[in-house]
């Protein structure tokens, strides 16, 4: 009988991250996310918090509790093990989970998502006073921008700093 071959991958105990990184799972964001924290804001480790919609439940602590409780839990716990105390928060444009949610919503949803950001921002330095440093950012889908030549894609994510 054989044995069957295993793939072995690196483990990083050594590196502490340098920040914790809340964003949507939307699979098409992904490579976006990622090349946005390591290339634009040179963060070569961090610790993510994926969730569907991102910070969104920040606006649902009426309607689902449990949903802002376990965000604060993720990031309370996530924070504990970046010795910077920072922090960045990105919504994206076009999130399919904003969009189920937006009953509940006062406002149109990319107003609706920079607010979330703001008050995120809030929660967390309340929740979390050790935090030092808490950044904002919307992730912006276009069809103009630069893309490299080898991308199947016509479209492009550029992200923008929010400020509160």
Not at 52 to 72: E, Q
Request: hydrophobic content about 45%.
């Amino acid at each position: 009988m054989d044995t069957p071959k295993r793939l072995y991958f690196p483990l990083n105990d050594e590196t502490a991250p340098e920040a914790v990184v809340v964003h949507c799972s939307a699979p098409r964001f992904q490579d976006a996310f990622q090349g946005f924290v390591k290339t634009e804001l040179k963060i070569a480790h961090y610790a993510p918090i994926i969730i569907p919609g991102s910070v969104s439940s920040v606006s649902l602590d009426l309607a689902m509790p449990k949903r802002l409780k376990a965000l604060r839990d993720y990031v309370e716990f996530m924070v504990d093990q970046v010795p910077s105390r920072r922090i960045v928060i990105i919504n994206h444009e076009d999130c399919r989970m904003y969009a189920s949610l937006s009953k509940f919503f006062r406002q149109i949803i990319p107003t609706q998502q920079i607010l979330d950001l703001g008050k995120a921002a809030k929660l967390f330095s309340n929740w979390l006073p050790v935090l030092r440093q808490i950044e904002l950012y919307m992730a912006k889908i276009s069809t103009n921008g630069q893309i490299a030549a080898s991308e199947a894609t016509k479209k492009s994510v550029y992200f923008e700093k929010v400020v509160f």
